[in-house]
């Protein structure tokens, strides 16, 4: 079965770094782009960032662009997102979700569980 499950959040300081991990299995990896999605306390869902298949292709949302790299290990059947520059905004449950094939903008179809960051002092 298709799993996603991110790793990596935490409690951390404005202005500190994180490194989310998102672990995949159950499907060829390299055949879908990955997004990163969250959802910060009462309030709905936000795309972040997307990578395409080999990593070559890149976006992010206006907020986190130059304070957020997304990446991806296929070897490992990895993708990441490195946070720096964290504000207290940033605070969410962060998703790993996997791209449709049909490249229908916004279409995912799987998605992990999340990991909560907390961006506190």
């Known amino acids: 079965e298709v799993q996603l499950v991110e790793s990596g959040g935490g409690l951390v300081q404005p202005g500190g770094s994180l490194r989310l991990s998102c672990a995949a299995s159950g499907f060829t990896f390299d055949d879908y782009a990955m997004n990163w999605v969250r959802q910060a306390p009462g309030k709905g869902l936000e795309w972040v960032s997307s990578?395409?298949?080999?990593?070559?292709?890149?976006y992010y949302a206006e907020s986190m662009k130059g304070r957020f790299t997304i990446s991806r290990d296929n070897a490992k059947n990895m993708l990441y997102l490195q946070m720096n520059s964290l504000k207290s905004e940033d605070t969410a449950v962060y998703y790993c979700?996997?791209?449709?094939?049909?490249?229908?903008?916004?279409?995912?179809?799987?998605w992990g569980k999340g990991t909560l960051v907390n961006v506190s002092s």
């Open positions: 979700t996997r791209a449709l094939l049909s490249h229908r903008p916004g279409g995912m179809d799987y």
């Open positions: 990578i395409s298949w080999n990593g070559d292709t890149t």
